[in-house]
């Protein structure tokens, strides 16, 4: 929606999140896949930060420089009729099921991670994890590279850091 819409209706906003990389995943289902003793084991994958969804979007739209102006919906009616209209589209990228989605997405740290599997997850914040979100930038702002010396955003500083 930020990339293609002139503003950016924010869904649940306090809604708490764990972002993780889709390599980190893979890496893991592929130790998992080496680990006898893994079948039938429930594994829970989370990022290092837990930020809420007003957090990574002020944060996204810094970095990708959108300068979008973020509208917070928290009308249940508008939501609903919302994600109704965008589910019917031909391939739709949000349904009303994920629209709705109110829930806190994190690990509760009661079954094993990455810990357990050895591995440690990138970090939003990291190189490789700004690099791979600004190659969704807008051509014509491409170019316009964050220098390393560049502050974050604080809304992902200010994020908790996951218990691992």
Excluded at 52 to 81: C, G, M
Aim: hydrophobic share 35%; proline share 6%; aromatic share 8%.
């Amino acid at each position: 929606m930020m990339k293609f819409w002139p503003v950016y209706l924010l869904l649940h906003p306090n809604t708490e999140i764990q972002p993780v990389w889709v390599n980190d995943v893979a890496k893991a289902i592929i130790n998992i896949l080496k680990i006898r003793e893994s079948e039938g084991q429930i594994y829970e994958l989370g990022g290092p930060h837990i930020v809420t969804n007003r957090q990574l979007i002020d944060w996204l739209n810094v970095l990708l420089k959108y300068d979008k102006r973020i509208i917070e919906v928290t009308d249940e009616n508008i939501i609903w009729h919302l994600g109704y209209w965008l589910g019917q589209h031909r391939n739709p990228r949000f349904t009303l099921d994920s629209v709705k989605q109110s829930e806190n997405i994190i690990c509760s740290n009661q079954k094993p991670g990455f810990t357990e599997l050895n591995l440690a997850p990138i970090s939003l914040t990291s190189p490789t994890g700004r690099g791979t979100i600004l190659y969704l930038r807008k051509p014509n702002r491409m170019l316009d590279i964050m220098s390393d010396n560049e502050k974050e955003p604080e809304s992902i500083e200010g994020g908790r850091t996951a218990l691992y």
